[in-house]
């Protein structure tokens, strides 16, 4: 579970906006539990039927209620503090958790009201569209209007052009007609009088052209300055509307960027987690298969009377049970794993839902460049969700490979005991094959002492291996009252196990310590300082 500052910090974001979120605190517990209404309760009903509506009843009356003055109806016994601390605890949580689901509620709330003022402004954005469309509709008319008013003109000039004009044979003069070439002839050329009118009756010709001429001119800038503010303006909405597009996805990326890296910080931390107790169990394992290895290699001792194996009930037994706590540990990690991964998988279900669900609310008013960028997210999501899954087949395998090796190691344990009964009937028919020799080879060792100063430092060697085999080290200068006693115990039990073997072992054990004991005396008494027995026992 995320911590308050998390949770905050998740919610404040350029997707939620900045809200300020209520201080948290405990509230004291001062009510009683309503007992009558909780024994109404059918709570597997409840379980059944998803009754979310019940629970809603009853949270507050569970979680403010106080239980340390509630005792038993039966004994008048208070309640257990173990119990009591449990109970408390799930209150703490239940608090906490409906104050999260305040949070959570009212930043949904803030978040519909967010919603619902941009599809407000994107319907007045939708009806301004309209307006303005209208608008050019009307432009356009206008301009079309004026269009074929001009080429009205235009062809009205076209007619009284100079092509139709008719021109005076006397002089440089044109007519519009013959009626008024005709005056003009009388008038001009018949004296002074007739034409000086004839220059008169030109002038508001020439006058009416170039005011139709200067109409004209006035309108042709007329519409190109309206159409050339009419494409400023589309210009600057289509640049309006984009620079919201850019704003809104990039609000977006950022949310989703926060969001991818929340969840692969969650999946590193989860990842850690898991390879540390992987580290733990590989090394308890290790340890238990180096004192496997410890015991083995104490199990086989060197004697004068052949090699015996030992055989240490107490020691598997331990061995077994270590084996046994460890597979127990084992299976605890297992479901802890387990339910650690359906947790994560419970949040990245919950997580994608909501993507899911933002991305089809932003959907219909995306870009074709935003319906890509959603679906490269959701590519992302299902990248994701696929090293989930191998995250889970990796630890799947470890555990099968953790099961394996405790598997192995009961086995060899239980194999044991087998393998030393295997030979225990042939090392018992060695031994009495080399009793014969053995006694050879202390009497010829008795007739050369040469011989006998030649092998000491074999025989020291020997002694020096087998006190490293039972974990006394070679240059330790003496042992714990612990390790002694452990080590008293241990040839005490070897002794007994060799006895039970051959009848004749502590009779010749016995000769073998007073002829020891002699030599040492004897030792003693001539001053010389005594290194090691020649014939101490096992």
């Known amino acids: 579970m995320q911590s308050p500052a998390a949770t905050a910090e998740g919610l404040s974001g350029p997707l939620f906006g900045a809200y300020t979120f209520p201080t948290f605190k405990f509230q004291p517990r001062r009510d009683s539990m309503d007992w009558r209404r909780i024994s109404t309760l059918d709570v597997d009903r409840v379980a059944r039927e998803l009754d979310v509506a019940t629970l809603q009843e009853n949270i507050a009356g569970i979680t403010f209620c106080n239980l340390e003055r509630e005792v038993c109806s039966r004994c008048g016994q208070p309640v257990d503090p173990a119990l009591l601390k449990v109970l408390r605890l799930a209150q703490l949580i239940i608090e906490y958790l409906l104050h999260c689901q305040d949070c959570l509620s009212a930043s949904i709330a803030q978040l519909e009201a967010r919603l619902q003022t941009s599809l407000g402004q994107q319907q007045r954005s939708q009806q301004e569209l309209g307006r303005q469309a209208d608008e050019l509709k009307g432009v356009r008319e206008e301009s079309r209007r004026r269009r074929k008013m001009i080429s009205t003109l235009q062809q009205l000039l076209m007619q009284t052009g100079t092509h139709s004009y008719h021109t005076c044979h006397l002089c440089d003069k044109t007519f519009m007609n013959a009626t008024f070439l005709r005056g003009h002839i009388q008038r001009r050329h018949a004296g002074l009088d007739s034409e000086g009118k004839q220059k008169k009756q030109e002038q508001p010709v020439e006058e009416v ?291 039970r073997k051959f009848s004749e072992f502590l009779s010749l054990r016995g000769k073998l310590v007073k002829e020891v004991t002699s030599r040492a005396k004897e030792r003693q008494k001539n001053g010389a300082v005594v290194s090691q027995p020649d014939g101490q026992p096992p």
Not at 245 to 264: G, N, R, S, V
Not at 429 to 434: A, C, M, V
Request: aromatic share 4%; hydrophobic share 35%; net charge negative.
């Open 209 to 499: 052209l170039e005011e139709l001429r200067a109409k004209l001119k006035w309108t042709q800038g007329e519409l190109e300055a309206q159409r050339e503010a009419e494409r400023q303006r589309q210009l600057q909405e289509a640049e309006i509307i984009h620079q919201r597009e850019i704003e809104a996805k990039k609000e977006f990326d950022e949310w989703k960027q926060q969001e991818w890296t929340k969840l692969y910080g969650e999946i590193d931390k989860l990842k850690k987690i898991f390879w540390d107790e992987f580290k733990n169990v590989a090394n308890q394992n290790s340890s238990l298969e180096e004192k496997l290895r410890v015991l083995q290699s104490h199990s086989v001792m060197e004697s004068n009377l052949g090699s015996l194996r030992n055989e240490e009930s107490e020691e598997w037994l331990r061995q077994a049970q270590e084996l046994q706590a460890l597979r127990e540990k084992a299976e605890i990690q297992k479901t802890e794993w387990k339910r650690k991964m359906k947790e994560l998988h419970e949040e990245h279900v919950a997580e994608k839902r909501e993507l899911q669900e933002e991305n089809q609310r932003l959907q219909a008013s995306l870009s074709q460049d935003q319906k890509k960028a959603a679906a490269q997210s959701q590519r992302h999501i299902s990248a994701l969700r696929a090293q989930l899954q191998e995250q889970a087949r990796i630890i799947a395998s470890q555990e099968e490979m953790i099961q394996t090796l405790s598997l192995r190691k009961v086995e060899g344990i239980h194999e044991m005991p087998k393998a030393v009964d295997t030979k225990e009937d042939s090392t018992e028919e060695e031994l009495e094959d080399s009793q014969d020799e053995q006694q050879k080879v202390l009497a010829a060792l008795r007739c050369n002492p040469t011989l006998l100063k030649q092998l000491r430092p074999i025989l020291e060697d020997t002694l020096e291996e087998k006190l490293e085999s039972m974990g006394i080290r070679k240059d330790a200068k003496g042992i714990s009252v612990q390790t002694l006693r452990h080590l008293e115990s241990l040839l005490r039990v070897q002794r007994e196990q060799k006895a």
